[in-house]
Nanobody, 119 residues
Framework: QVQLVESGGGLVQAGGSLRLSCAAS????????MGWFRQTLGKEREFVAG????????FHADSVRGRFTISKDNAKSEVYLQMNSLTREDTAVYYC????????????WGQGTQVTVSS
């Protein structure tokens, strides 16, 4: 079992920045690829970014590349999502997830954290 706890969401003005954090714990969580997903009402949950614990390789969705950056801190067992130049379209619930690899359905989810971007 892997436990994921997100933090750092909130309200921010368009053009601003936020950093989300995800604390990971549990059995062999470092074997997983960590990802951030987001979901808005009426839409499917979409992939935002991913990072492999093993080698630090990162992956970013086209919609956020150049604005969002995923990173990790091995010592703290935490994964981060730095979000810059936020727009109203980035408003969503953001979820941390543990995947066996990019492109597959996550095995574990966090509880989600709300990000609201105001104009």
């Amino acid at each position: 079992q892997v436990q994921l706890v997100e933090s750092g969401g909130g309200l921010v003005q368009a053009g601003g920045s936020l950093r989300l954090s995800c604390a990971a714990s549990g059995r062999a969580f470092s074997r997983y690829t960590m990802g951030w997903f987001r979901q808005t009402l009426g839409k499917e949950r979409e992939f935002v970014a991913g990072i492999r614990w093993s080698d630090g390789n990162t992956f970013h969705a086209d919609s956020v590349r150049g604005r969002f950056t995923i990173s990790k801190d091995n010592a703290k067992s935490e994964v981060y999502l730095q979000m810059n130049s936020l727009t109203r379209e980035d408003t969503a619930v953001y979820y941390c997830a543990a995947l066996t690899k990019i492109g597959v359905r996550p095995a574990y989810w966090g509880q989600g954290t709300q990000v609201t971007v105001s104009s």
